[in-house]
């Protein structure tokens, strides 16, 4: 994948959990970046779009930020259906198109 | 409430055709870019193609380039894909996703996607 994230994440419930996004300059560098959860079995979800914007309905426990050529996306507070697969997403100008990370699978202890 | 749901997959051997449908609902169809997302099974997501709302404007993955074309029709409120040429590294779940009305590029709406399995 273009964009590169840990392939797993856990934590017990109510942890912080941190999931980590790298890019580079033609991505997340001179883009904005989405994450989507993925529950087991179904579509994905927009989570978190414009770095750090939450859409209507989405927990405040979920927050995102980038910096540079990274971006991360943390839950506060875990929950036992934060259980799902991460993705973050930003547009790449050098592919001229949104590109993905390979996803992070978050796992409750 | 707006929803999407696929349509079309299916077995195909490769080098073969096979065309997916989107039928869309709850919203003003031509305010919004769509696009086809996949997904091979156990992998992650894999952007294929966007149209603009108008229509006029495609984008294409350098994978499908040549060989798939997004359209739609704004009066029945439908997108399609046309895959032609397909190879078993087609093999997917074809989701349709709702570009936002700001940014094409965050897909603020999926459908539950259709499956596509190219034999070879």
């Known amino acids: 994948s273009v964009l590169t994230q840990p392939p797993s994440a856990s934590g017990t419930p109510g942890q912080r959990v941190t999931i980590s996004c790298s890019g580079s300059s033609s991505n997340i560098g001179s883009n904005t970046v989405n994450w989507y959860q993925q529950l087991p079995g179904t579509a994905p979800k927009l989570l978190i779009y414009?770095?750090?914007q939450r859409p209507s309905g989405v927990p405040d426990r979920f927050s995102g930020s980038k910096s540079g050529t990274s971006a991360s996306l943390a839950i506060g507070g875990l929950q036992s259906e934060d259980e799902a697969d991460y993705y973050c997403?930003?547009?790449?100008?050098?592919?001229?198109?949104?590109?993905f990370g390979g996803g992070t699978k978050v796992t409750v202890l | 409430e707006v929803q999407l749901l696929e349509s079309g997959g299916g077995l195909v051997q490769a080098g073969g055709p096979l065309r997916l449908s989107c039928a869309a609902s709850?919203?003003?169809?031509?305010?919004?870019?769509m696009s086809w997302v996949r997904q091979a099974p156990g992998k992650g997501l894999d952007w294929v193609a966007e149209i603009s709302g108008s229509g006029g404007t495609t984008y294409y993955a350098d994978s499908v380039k040549g060989r798939f074309t997004i359209s739609r029709d704004n009066s029945k409120n439908t997108l399609h894909l046309q895959m032609n040429s397909l190879r078993a590294e087609d093999t997917a779940l074809y989701y349709c996703?709702?570009?936002?009305?700001?940014?094409?590029?965050?897909?603020?709406?999926w459908g539950q996607g259709t499956t596509v399995t190219v034999s070879s």
């Open positions: 414009n770095n750090n």
């Open positions: 709850g919203l003003t169809f031509n305010n919004h870019g």
């Open positions: 997403s930003a547009w790449d100008d050098s592919l001229n198109g949104p590109v």
């Open positions: 996703a709702k570009g936002n009305i700001y940014d094409w590029r965050v897909f603020d709406v």
